[in-house]
């Protein structure tokens, strides 16, 4: 099964500050996906990182508040920006080794936003 | 859209008693679902994973079934433990050419020695 690494694994940031998250898997993998889970609450898609092209947005994300990159097929960022306290919630990287199979989750990553 | 329905949300059981999660969906136009666990402040780690074609997965004393047309599927733990306390979630993957996955809300388990 693939190992992901995410950083930072908490961070607290300030309003309106912007922070760049990132997942490193220890293979490469066909999809990368990010997820948010916010209090309380289920994961959430965000969008799917394509790698050469630009991420694929789900429905209420946009890339001018979460930019992603996927420069390879082991690698990628996630960029929350101009934070706001209802951006609290934590971060999940997961990859997908070949489609329909089983996907993995990083350990996440804790923004708090005060 | 595909909704995706746990019960019981919360579950507290004692020691070495056999319990099911249960988990509703939808769309029954599946590639596979998933069922993971979440302990405390970490990620997500996979238990089992169902394609649509398959009727139940085993791994140790998990055991998950899946009727896709009805769209049900349940987690079955034998013997339950008190290292078996955490959030468990259920997650369908689309059709097409969209694997994406559909979470639940989770139920949260207790196992009390």
């Known amino acids: 099964s693939a190992v992901i690494s995410q950083k930072p694994s908490r961070d607290i940031c300030q309003r309106g500050t912007s922070l760049t998250i990132q997942c490193q898997v220890d293979s490469q993998v066909t999809m990368m996906f990010w997820y948010r889970q916010q209090p309380g609450q289920s994961l959430t898609l965000i969008a799917t990182a394509n790698q050469g092209s630009e991420a694929t947005y789900e429905s209420g994300f946009v890339i001018d508040k979460f930019p992603i990159s996927r420069p390879n097929l082991t690698f990628s960022t996630l960029t929350v920006s101009n934070m706001s306290p209802e951006d609290s919630s934590i971060y999940l990287c997961?990859?997908?080794?070949?489609?329909?199979?089983?996907?993995?989750f990083g350990e996440g990553s804790w923004l708090t936003v005060v | 859209k595909q909704e995706v329905t746990q019960i019981p949300a919360a579950l507290s059981v004692p020691e070495g008693e056999n319990l099911v999660l249960n988990c509703s969906f939808t769309?029954?136009?599946?590639?596979?679902l998933q069922w993971f666990r979440q302990d405390p402040g970490k990620g997500l780690t996979s238990l089992l994973l169902?394609?649509?074609?398959?009727r139940e997965q085993t791994s140790g004393r998990l055991n998950a079934s899946l009727d896709k047309s009805s769209g049900r599927s349940t987690l079955y733990i034998a013997a339950s433990q008190p290292g078996d306390s955490a959030t468990y979630l259920c997650?369908?993957?689309?059709?097409?050419?969209?694997?994406?996955?559909?979470f639940g809300k989770g139920t949260l388990l207790t196992v009390n020695p």
């Open positions: 769309d029954s136009a599946i590639y596979n």
């Open positions: 997650a369908v993957g689309g059709g097409g050419s969209n694997y994406k996955l559909t």
């Open positions: 169902i394609q649509s074609s398959q």
């Open positions: 997961s990859v997908e080794e070949d489609p329909g199979n089983t996907i993995y």
